[in-house]
Nanobody, 115 residues
């Protein structure tokens, strides 16, 4: 199994920044894919950014040039740096990992962008 623990959410003004962290319970070297999804009220969960096989990255069009996914293999942690935040970025952000073809989710962290 893989346990994922997110942190770093909160309330921020439009144009501000936040960094989310996702700590995994096992080496992320062994995890096939890892990334971030979000779900806003009344909407479906959507991909935000992810590492795919071969350490390639994939971003939603709505966050390109604003968000950056990164990883620290020594800490088994994946980060999401979010800059130039907009009110439409408000959502619960979930860390996701695929290991041995099973998908795992964190508990989610709330990000609210509001003045």
């Amino acid at each position: 199994q893989v346990q994922l623990v997110e942190s770093g959410g909160g309330l921020v003004q439009p144009g501000g920044s936040l960094r989310l962290s996702c700590a995994a319970s096992r080496s992320i070297f062994s995890i096939n894919a890892m990334g971030w999804y979000r779900q806003a009220p009344g909407k479906e969960r959507e991909l935000v950014a992810a590492f795919t096989s071969g350490s390639r990255t994939n971003y939603a069009d709505s966050v390109k040039d604003r968000f950056t996914i990164s990883r620290d293999n020594a800490k088994n942690t994946v980060y999401l740096q979010m800059n130039m935040l907009k009110p439409e970025d408000t959502a619960v952000y979930y860390c996701n990992a695929v290991w041995l073809e099973i998908r795992y989710w964190g508990q989610g962290t709330q990000v609210t962008v509001s003045s």
